[in-house]
């Protein structure tokens, strides 16, 4: 399975954007996981949805303000992110991981086995 990220962009506080992560390689199924990783600090959850149930979760740091979304015709996630911050700058990375996972370790980037190569993502006025 391969993923490609995209969309990342510099935007001003308040503007929204979109990232894409087109998922190949395998049939649609298992985990897709939105992680970001700032300068200096540590990968950080932002959100993940089920392939097969729409099932979705999100980081607390982001949650009413981002929306993922997957197209089964297209293979695409997708994460809409409003009212951006500047605090929301980082790269972000799409990542897959098995349909097995549980809940409780979809905010955890060690259960998730291919990742994409990253988008930046710059807040600033």
């Known amino acids: 399975v391969q993923l490609q990220a995209s969309g990342g962009g510099l935007v001003q506080p308040g503007d929204s954007l979109r990232l894409s992560c087109a998922v190949s390689?395998?049939?649609?199924?298992?985990?897709v996981g939105w992680f970001r990783q700032a300068p200096g600090k540590e990968r950080e959850f932002v959100a993940a949805?089920?392939?097969?149930?729409?099932?979705?979760s999100y980081g607390d740091s982001v949650r009413g303000r981002f929306t993922v979304s997957r197209d089964g015709a297209t293979n695409t996630v997708y994460l809409q992110m409003n009212s951006l911050k500047p605090e929301d700058t980082a790269v972000y990375y799409c990542?897959?991981?098995?349909?097995?996972?549980?809940?409780?370790?979809?905010?955890?980037?060690?259960?998730?086995?291919?990742w994409g190569q990253g988008t930046l993502v710059t807040v600033s006025s």
């Open positions: 390689g395998r049939s649609s199924s298992g985990v």
């Open positions: 990542a897959s991981g098995a349909a097995s996972m549980i809940v409780s370790s979809l905010p955890s980037s060690r259960h998730y086995d291919t």
């Open positions: 949805i089920r392939w097969r149930s729409h099932a979705i």
